[in-house]
């Protein structure tokens, strides 16, 4: 869990040294007395003019923890991204769920936005188009993306745009299933015939693409 501003106690003392962050120069390390106070981005330091000897008053220390507790948040949010791409509202649940306030969860959503780390159109493009080859359903995909908080506009653009008036739906479906019906090649018709349709269906496939599939798989025996 993180150390968040409400834990962070107003220390005594005046300010006796600003860094720049070796790992990140955009940010600035603050010390109250020698001992290490908060980091903050480094247009926050120049807006209030912070200069060694200064003093840390209630209101300072309030707007300094504040931009701290952003700066923590962004900086989670990068390590995260940099592993892998997220959609705006499961990566704020994330942080959140690591001890980030709220206030500066949403800060740093925004910030991650603004430099276009974030967008939730074009995660939607991917995820569909990446999971789609991996069996997965027009009805499937857009259960898993709002689960992630993806807006349903963009969720039916995206699927849209991957199958344009349902092209080639219907043959990612077949190809499945014609695989998992040679496997279940020992079961009564019926039988078989259940439990392919349970297949697609689990993966997000339903309507008549679903049953066209079925038939012709078996059909093809």
């Not at 959140?96 to 967008?119: F, I, Q, S, T, Y």
Request: aromatic content about 4%.
């Amino acid at each position: 869990m993180v150390r968040s501003s409400a834990e962070r106690e107003r220390p005594e003392g005046a300010i006796s040294s600003l860094e720049a962050d070796p790992r990140r120069g955009a940010s600035v390390r603050i010390q109250v007395g020698g001992q290490p106070y908060c980091t903050v981005p480094a247009e926050v330091a120049a807006a209030e003019a912070l200069k060694v000897g200064d003093p840390i008053d209630e209101a300072r220390h309030e707007r300094l923890n504040r931009a701290a507790d952003a700066e923590a948040a962004f900086r989670t949010a990068l390590r995260s991204l940099e592993a892998r791409s997220y959609a705006r509202s499961d990566l704020a649940r994330r942080l959140v769920r690591k001890g980030h306030p709220r206030p500066a969860v949403d800060a740093a959503m925004e910030r991650a936005a603004a430099l276009g780390l974030l967008d939730d159109a074009a995660f939607a493009r991917t995820y569909v188009e990446t999971r789609s080859v991996r069996g997965r359903g027009p009805a499937r995909l857009a259960r898993d993306l709002m689960v992630m908080g993806v807006e349903r506009g963009l969720i039916d653009s995206a699927i849209a745009s991957h199958w344009p008036d349902g092209q080639d739906e219907a043959e990612l479906p077949l190809a499945l299933v014609t695989k998992r019906a040679a496997q279940l090649a020992d079961l009564p018709p019926a039988v078989r015939r259940r439990r392919l349709i349970a297949f697609l269906a689990r993966r997000g496939y339903s309507g008549r693409s679903v049953t066209a599939a079925v038939t012709r798989a078996i059909s093809a025996d």
